[in-house]
């Protein structure tokens, strides 16, 4: 029986602006595309400072830090349906957030009411030391939401950590889009045997 849903933040809950600079720098430079991804994985789990990781990539990418923050900024949307909803479905699920970011990442984008409105249960990569596709995020995520694996629904824009999380027995829906998931995840609660 599910208990719990948790939720990926970028490229789910906010617009992943980090994909789209990547994306870009990709098909420009694939070397230096791959350095920004190792060092946004080194804040992701902690290895590094939110402020070294923002000095870096600004360095990376040859902007100035505060241009580099403002386009990171204006490239982030939350998405206020969804966000409603999750208010709705904690009426009768637990519910979290598992986002691979650094250090005291998500309280640059919420408010402490915000996350305190919307989740149970928060979890930034950078503030436990594991990412995911690592077993562990996930592993800390149901023990904070006190229940078990197998019963969480994990929702996640990228294939592989949906799979991940597959691997250690939560059920996993890819999410597309606000409609898509929402059906996905609505069949899911109402099958009694999920």
């Keep these: 029986m599910i208990k719990a849903i948790v939720f990926d933040c970028f490229g789910v809950i906010i617009t992943d602006a980090l994909a789209v600079i990547l994306e870009e720098l990709r098909s420009k430079n694939p070397g230096k595309a791959q350095d920004l991804v190792d060092l946004l994985n080194a804040a992701s789990r902690g290895l590094i400072s939110s402020e070294e990781s923002t000095e870096q990539a600004s360095e990376l990418l040859g902007m100035k830090q505060e241009d580099y923050r403002q386009l990171i900024m204006d490239g982030e949307v939350k998405d206020e349906r969804l966000l409603n909803y999750i208010r709705t479905l904690r009426k009768n699920y637990k519910t979290a957030i598992l ?60 294939e592989e950590y949906c799979f991940a999380a597959q691997g250690v027995g939560m059920q996993a829906i890819q999410y597309q889009n606000f409609e898509q998931a929402k059906d996905e995840l609505e069949k899911l609660l109402n099958n009694p045997e999920a």
């Design 99 to 158: 986002s691979n970011i650094s250090n005291g990442g998500l309280h640059r984008r919420f408010t402490k009411k915000e996350l305190d409105t919307y989740f149970d249960f928060v979890v930034a990569s950078g503030d436990i030391g594991f990412a995911k596709p690592e077993a562990q995020a996930y592993e800390y995520t149901a023990d904070g939401l006190g229940v078990r694996l197998t019963e969480c629904v994990f929702l996640d824009d990228r």
